[in-house]
Structures are given as structure tokens and as C-alpha cells.
């Protein structure tokens, strides 16, 4: 399996409070992600990394901002929780061009009250 | 822009094949990906088809139609332990290769 690891695995938050989840990896990819997944919508992309100080949005990056400042960490920050972005959250890593074969963390499940 | 419709649901028996079949409405995309995810755990990749055809791996093939706008995954020899969703996705190629759009996936139950 894929090194991925993801921190915290459960975090529990108040409206209005900002929160960093964090993605570290272990196996040098080059492209790392964050997606949402909730029922009804399957995961749904919300920012990307190419690399070292390289992201680009995804379908739903409003309310969301990242950091890579190392090849092996990815940071996702609400910098003013909602409850709207109550959800599990999935980093995930892909080597080569990125897309067609990706390995996702064990996620991060965030309830915002 | 795309979008990609699965079954919500499929019921199979232990040791019979089922095939979850992805129809797509997409202006163009580099191939489409099939990942398996059990209750409660992360997804994991299956299979990937950049090219129309069969794709075979073990027990799982994976099927792409660019012309039919059609994809299937195909598993035989269910077993209990294939319960989960399965979720097809594709990588378009209008917004690069990185931007990658997810089925909402298929609940597949297996039953003794």
C-alpha cells in the first residue's frame, strides 16, 4: 500500500473556527489532491498539487485554500468553518502525469457544529 | 463539461458475475478509472482504460466504448468480500490531467 497517512482521522469543530487537515507521504509523488466525499455527491475534487508551491482548484475550492511547502506534505485549511463542509475527507497521491491511477489516504472525518 | 451516471445499487449472488456499467456525457477525456471502496474505508484503484477495449485484472476486466459513451467493470467469481461501492471516474481532457470527476458510485451487495 501506498504511504499516506492523514491527521487528524476525526476532528469535531465550531462554525467559524479554522481547521488544517493534513496529508503526509511517504512514496515522493509528485501530485497530491484533496477531495470531499458525501452521500449522494461521491468524491468531488477540491484543490490539487504538481508540485512544491503548485496548486490549482478543483469543482467545489471555495471556502478551501492548500499548502505544499514540502513534496511530501499537503495541507487543507477552512479558514472559517461552515456547516456545510461537514464531511470525509480524502487526500490522495498520484505518480506520472496524475490522474488515471490514484492512491488515497485513510481520511479525515470533520463534523462542524 | 461531463457527467457520469452508475446505478446506485446492484444485488449479485456469491460466485455469479455482475457488471456495473458508467454512461458518460463528457466534450473529451483522457480514459476512465474504476476504484473499489468498502464501508467506512478509502478508496482503491482498480482499473484504468485509456484505450477502447478489455482490461483484465484477476477477477475484475473493465470495459471502455468511446463511440457508445460507455464503460462497465466487470467481476466474476463474486465473493462476499466484493461488497462495496464502486465508483468509475474520468480524467476530461479540458481541464487538465489532474482534474479528475468521480461517479457517485454503485452499491454492490453480494449475497450468500
Known amino acids: 500500500d501506498a504511504g499516506i497517512t492523514q491527521s487528524p482521522r476525526h476532528k469535531v469543530t465550531e462554525t467559524g473556527t479554522p481547521v488544517t487537515l493534513r496529508c503526509h507521504q511517504t512514496e515522493n509523488h509528485r501530485y497530491m489532491y484533496w477531495y470531499r466525499q458525501d452521500p449522494g455527491h461521491g468524491l468531488r475534487l477540491i484543490h490539487y498539487?504538481?508540485?512544491?508551491?503548485?496548486?490549482d482548484k478543483g469543482e467545489v475550492s471555495d471556502g478551501y485554500s492548500v499548502s505544499r511547502s514540502k513534496t511530501e506534505d499537503f495541507l487543507l485549511t477552512l479558514e472559517s468553518a461552515t456547516s456545510s463542509q461537514t464531511s470525509v475527507y480524502f487526500c490522495?497521491?498520484?505518480?506520472?502525469?496524475?490522474?488515471?491511477?490514484?492512491?488515497f489516504g485513510p481520511g479525515t472525518r470533520l463534523t462542524v457544529l | 463539461g461531463q457527467s457520469l451516471e452508475q446505478p446506485s445499487e446492484v444485488t449479485a449472488v456469491e460466485g455469479a458475475i455482475v457488471q456495473i456499467n458508467c454512461t458518460y456525457q463528457t466534450s473529451g477525456f483522457y480514459g476512465l478509472s474504476w476504484y473499489q471502496q468498502h464501508d467506512g474505508g478509502a478508496p482503491t484503484f482498480l482499473s484504468y482504460n485509456a484505450l477502447d477495449g478489455l482490461e483484465e485484472t484477476g477477477r475484475f476486466s473493465s470495459f471502455l466504448s468511446r463511440s457508445d459513451s460507455y464503460g462497465y467493470l466487470l467481476l466474476q467469481e463474486l465473493q462476499m468480500k466484493d461488497s462495496a461501492s464502486y465508483f468509475c471516474?474520468?480524467?476530461?481532457?479540458?481541464?487538465?490531467?489532474?482534474?479528475?470527476?468521480f461517479g457517485i458510485g454503485t452499491k454492490l451487495q453480494v449475497i450468500p
Open positions: 498539487s504538481y508540485g512544491v508551491k503548485d496548486t
Open positions: 490522495a497521491i498520484s505518480r506520472d502525469r496524475g490522474g488515471d491511477e490514484q492512491f
Open positions: 471516474a474520468v480524467i476530461p481532457n479540458s481541464g487538465g490531467y489532474q482534474k479528475v470527476t
